[in-house]
C-alpha cells in the first residue's frame, strides 16, 4: 500500500428508477429475437447491498458516473484503486464528485501498488460498518482477481450491508465472478444544458446488464438528474434518426 489520504465523499441516493410501462407479451416476444436491443423494463435497484461489477474500456471513465449514481447518500465511502487505475484514469477529485451531491469531506481514498493489495482494502474496508459503499478499480485481468476473490467481497457485502463497486478497466474479458450484476458501460453524448445548448449537460451512458441473479439482462440508455439524485434507465431507440431527433427535442423543451 503506497498511500492513503482522505480526500472527498459522495453522497447520492437514488429514490427509484425511472422505468417505462413492461412491453406487451407480443412486443417482448418481438423483442426476443433482438439482442442488441432488448426492449424490457429496468432493473430495480438491488433489495440488499451486494458486489456489483462494472467492465469499461481504458479512458472512458462512465462507469465511475454510473457507480456514483447508485451510491448511499450522506455516507462515507472507501475508494481504492491499483497504481494502473490511478495513472491512466486520474484520482478522485472532491470538486468534480461534488456534481453527484458529495461532501469533499468523507471520501476516503485509497492507492495500492497491486490489484491484490486493491481486494484485501475492499476486504478490511468491509468490516467498517460506518462506511455506505467501497468502491475499487483494477486494470486488466490480473490473477488475484478470481472467483474466490469476487465471492469473498459477495459475501462480505451481504453479511455486513455494504454495497460493493468493482470497476474493471480494459479487461478484455469478464472471468468468472460471484458479482451480483455484470455491467458494461460506455459513456455517450451528455444531455443538453438546461441554459446553454453549447455546454455539457448531466452525464448519460450506454449500460449492458450482461449477468445479474436478480434481474433480467438487458441493455439500456442511462442518465443521472441531478436534482433528484436519480438514476435513469430507459429502453434505447433501435432508430438512430429517432433517437437525435428525441435528443434535440429535449434540448429544445
Known sequence: MNARY???????VPERLQTSDPPSAAEDQRDSDLSDAPDIQP????????????????????AVGFALAQIPRAQSILWVQDRMCAQE???????????FGGDPDRLILACARHA??????????????TLGAVIGEIWGEPKALDFTATKRLALRAERTGIAVFLIRFGAATASASVARRRW???????????HDPRAPGEPRWRTELFRARDARPGTWEGGYDHAAHR???????????????????????
Not at 89 to 99: D, F, K, N, S, W
Request: net charge neutral; hydrophobic share 40%.
Open 6 to 12: 482522505r480526500t472527498s465523499v459522495l453522497s447520492l
Open 43 to 62: 432493473p430495480p435497484l438491488p433489495g440488499k447491498p451486494q458486489l456489483v461489477e462494472l467492465f469499461a474500456d481504458s479512458r472512458d471513465g462512465g
Open 89 to 99: 484514469m486520474g484520482q478522485p477529485h472532491g470538486r468534480a464528485l461534488a456534481r
Open 116 to 129: 491484490g493489495d486493491v481486494l484485501w482494502t475492499m476486504e478490511e474496508g468491509l468490516a467498517c460498518p
Open 184 to 194: 458494461r458501460v460506455t459513456s455517450t453524448a451528455s444531455a443538453p444544458h438546461p
Open 231 to 253: 438514476l435513469h434507465l430507459a429502453a434505447p431507440l433501435r432508430d438512430p434518426a429517432l433517437a437525435a431527433t428525441a435528443l434535440r427535442r429535449e434540448g429544445d423543451g
